[in-house]
């Protein structure tokens, strides 16, 4: 307690000489965001905001929802909320919100202008619930991604392929050659990560719309889907060997040409370039597996839970503003290798992958992701069935499309 | 001590029950206010947050309809067995060597008990590495020449559940191994003369004397076992986070994903209202036995 | 066996020395050699088994990021580097606070300490009433706590917040270490409860004849008989209370925060970079307290009886 008082007292006197625009105040922020890149990003932040006179209080947890959900909702029935705390958009908070725990951002959207800022638009509206605003929106990362390793094709002596169809086609040569075709952790998220890759990216965003939003049970037994689920089955064989967990380990054989390719988010990214690798000559990458050229616009937002105490309210108000302007979107998403959700920013230090992954976000072949679409119940139950499908050959495509319209049916 | 106690039990027995008040209020606000608080809210459907919208009996129904559950219980039943026969079994004959007057036994005792320490997320990640085929125990192997080696159980579904206990037993043995050699340490020394001057062979005392006399000590260490084995999670996450596929999912973390990740309270809260029964199964005739026939202290 | 007894020790010492000295002897001293090859032999096999993932652990957080990536993780380091071990300690960043570990070493200190004390006072005792002083109703209690030995923590955290709420101990020290406390009690009453029985029931009854009380024969009869059971309890709650992680953060703020929240900071990150030679020292590194402990009160792992509370 000794403690508070004093950075409280501390950070009273900092507002004095700084004459910040309201009265100085400390609030804590919890978030997931903890490794190298992630935490530097974060210091972005608390940078901006300790420059306004209040004092960024961390309370950094890794691991993201199954370890944040029950400290935040602990926190807030306990009576004792955090003043703002980074949680998943969209579907996932929206029975805080219902409960009256989640503080209403409208005014400040509006003071802000950020309707007009926000690009793509549905990240606000993955925000905004019946007309109001509760949640900022910092950046966007996209999980459609097929990262591709040259010296594994150069090996086999099959040019580096630009779409899905042409990697398929290679597999065999990879495999003669002594290679895994495809790269895959065998960690679950990392199998419904690319369950979801390859129904946007082969059966096309109206599909997915479709599916993931209005629950089209129709559509999840069309024949385009069947399409999906085959080449999940080439998937699965492709990936038949590869054996490791994590999913960095998987981008390690990529890096290293034992394996050709693998689906992976744009965080993995990171690993080429710690790894020394340029994109374009050692590695390639293709948003929406190079078919259909698209990405995600999930990403990371930051609610922030009713307070009692008005100065924290007030240290809210700025804070949330100040995560969305022009400088403090730059400085952050330049660390954190994701990009700003601001149509109105300049990335200039952007490498390859993320400039083709800013140029499909200026022409707007933008889907939600499916936390904003589908609640995490129905989501969970999508997973099961395609970690299930992948790990036992014994299901057959049409078995696994025949359960996933049952779930799609039921979903909410 | 029965006798001596019946004369004015009431205040004799004052100090006791008043030692007993913490044990009375964890019993019951936490533990019996707690798990009814779970049932009653696994009839709804609480999602993120509890609510009291009951919806019957639908979250069991959606439960025993599932095969990740299912599969989660076949897991636990085999982890379960093994790790029972293994950490006791291997616990004991540790704890008996150790209790042979040897020479070092706080450095052999530390080194059993040290992956007692240890976090589960950094341990499962060397276990992992370990048992994976390429570069773990297979690949060494197959690199001195026996090619056609294999051991990768947590990449085969089939037996990954082997592999988890493989780490279980290495975690876990070393505190089983110090509870059985506090309790042969509690052994009165007169048995071992008697055995001795009886010309009774060792392993005979072991097994016929000493044993029986420790089944306080055994029950305390099955207890600790298996309420272990009912909540394991933390080994599963760290090790293959429940795969490959859904192989090694168990009920525990079924309940978990089910709270926290799928954002289902009523699922979590049914999952675990069905562990908790089957705990009392078992316990309600144990506590039968222990305390309703005749008893001594 | 006649060595397993503290009263035969010294003599038996002697003969075995002697054996050492003496050549080739009689059958028994050869059985005795025989059998210590077969003890430590065994021993040392066993360790081995307990040792490699401590071997592999302590290797890698040795090497550096390069060497890790070639994939021998049973070779030794080519080049030693304690940087790892420096960035875990002191360097690792977990959000802003680039303080590694150390950040929260005190807390930890300050959450362990009462909590594993005040866990074994209370269970200790409650264990003692009800071996030796049992009461009508009881057992039903015992039953219930034995009963919640088996629930999922994760299942109690809502319930226990509004507790805590409700007793406005939300949020501090003294909260966290009620929630230890309570959770360490099934195990650690049945635990005590359970050895107190063991014990020769002539002790207990030579003490009341000699008008003890209760609390007199708890700290002058079965505190001192009962030392190895305490190693036991302190080992568990220890390690257990040192690992916590989620009631940490669950039950209180950032300013109390444990050392294992910057572990798991350091070790979970999803979807960063992974620098496994930083993760294995620091797992190390929040180890070597409860290793300690192990090690230090290992000493008390005597022969309860031969310690001498009552002779005759």
Redesign the interface.
Known sequence: ?R??LLTAALGATAALTISGPSQATDL?VT??????????A??EF?KAFDATGHK????????????A???M???I????PMGATQFNHGR?????VE?GLMRDLTDIAEANNWKEVVHPASLLDSCTLDGKIYCVPVNIHSQQWLWLSHKAFEDAGVPVPTNWDEFVAAAPKLEEAGKIPLAMG????Q?SLAFQVLVVALAGQDAYNKIYGDKDAEVAASPELAKVFEAADQARSMAAKS??????QAT?MVI?GQAGGQIM?D?AQ??FQ??GQVAGEDYSCLPGLGVNEVIQTGGDAFYFPVLADEEKSAAQADLAALMLSPEVQVAFNLKKGSLPVRGDVDLDAANDCMKKGLDILAKGNIIQSPDQLM???S???VN?LF??F???TSITAEDAQKRFVDIVASAD | MEEARRPNQLFRNLNAKFAAIPMVLTALVVFVGGTIWTIVYSFTDSRLLPRENFVGLAQYERLWSSSKWLISIQNLFIYGVCLLIFSLVIGFILAALLDQKIRFENTFRTIFLYPFALSFIVTGLVWQWILNPQFGIEGVVRSWGWTSFSFDPLYNADIVIYGILIAAVWQSTGLIMCLMLAGLRGIDEDIWKAARVDGIPMWKTYLFIVIPMMRPVFITTLVIIASGIVRVYDLVVAQTGGGPGIASEVPAKYVYDAMFLSQNLGQGFAGSTMMLLSVLIVLIPWAYLEFGGKKRG | MAELTLNYAQGDAATRADALAGPAGPKPRRALSRRNIFIYGTLIVVSMYYLLPLYVMIVTSLKGMPEIRMGNIFSPPVEITFEPWVKAWAQACTGLNCEGLSRGFWNSVRITVPSVVLSIAIASINGYALANWRFKGADIFFTILIFGAFIPYQVMLYPIVILLREMGLYGGLYGLILVHSIFGMPILTLLFRNYFTSLPEELFKAARVDGAGFWGIYFKIMLPMSLPIFVVAIILQVTGIWNDFLFGVVYTRPDYYPMTVQLNNIVNSVQGVKEYNVNMAATLLTGLVPLVVYFVSGKLFVRGIAAGAVKG
């Open positions: 307690m403690y508070r804590e978030h997931w965001w903890t490794s190298g890149g992630e935490a530097a974060v210091a608390a960024w209080i961390d309370g950094a947890i890794a691991g993201s929802g199954g370890t959900r029950p400290i909702i602990s926190r029935t306990g009576g004792d996932q908070a929206e029975e805080l409960a065998q960690q679950p998220w199998t054996n490791v967990q994590d999913w960095n390690n290293t988010g965080w990171g690993e710690v790894a609640s995490a119940d989501l969970t139950r099961d970690v299930e992948f790990n036992n």
